[in-house]
């Protein structure tokens, strides 16, 4: 069974920061792109980075210049790391491989704050 394990959510002040990492079997790893989505009550889940195999990245227009996804090769895991987080931010984010098959984690709850 596929697993994704998400960590690193939490509660932030808006102009803060947090990385999001998540952690999957090699095989899925070195196969599938991976990426963080995110839902906020009331809305429909929306794309927020995606990270291909060889690297290559995209970003929805409300996150860039402000987060940034990677992927550690050695560890299995992608990250995003979220700076100058507004309170529109707040969302449940979640991980994604796509490829033969999709996968998602359970999900981190970030929530931006004063």
């Known amino acids: 069974q596929v697993q994704l394990v998400e960590s690193g959510g939490g509660l932030v002040q808006p102009g803060g920061s947090l990385r999001l990492s998540c952690t999957t079997s090699?095989?899925?790893?070195?196969?599938?792109?991976m990426g963080w989505y995110r839902q906020a009550p009331g809305k429909q889940r929306e794309l927020v980075a995606t990270?291909?195999?060889?690297?290559?990245?995209n970003y929805a227009d409300s996150v860039k210049g402000r987060f940034t996804i990677s992927r550690d090769n050695a560890k299995n895991t992608v990250y995003l790391q979220m700076n100058s987080l507004k309170p529109e931010d707040t969302a449940v984010y979640y991980c994604?491989?796509?490829?033969?098959?999709?996968?998602w984690g359970q999900g981190t709850q970030v929530t931006v704050s004063s």
């Open positions: 990270i291909t195999t060889p690297g290559s990245t």
């Open positions: 090699r095989i899925i790893f070195n196969l599938y792109t």
């Open positions: 994604k491989a796509n490829g033969y098959s999709t996968y």
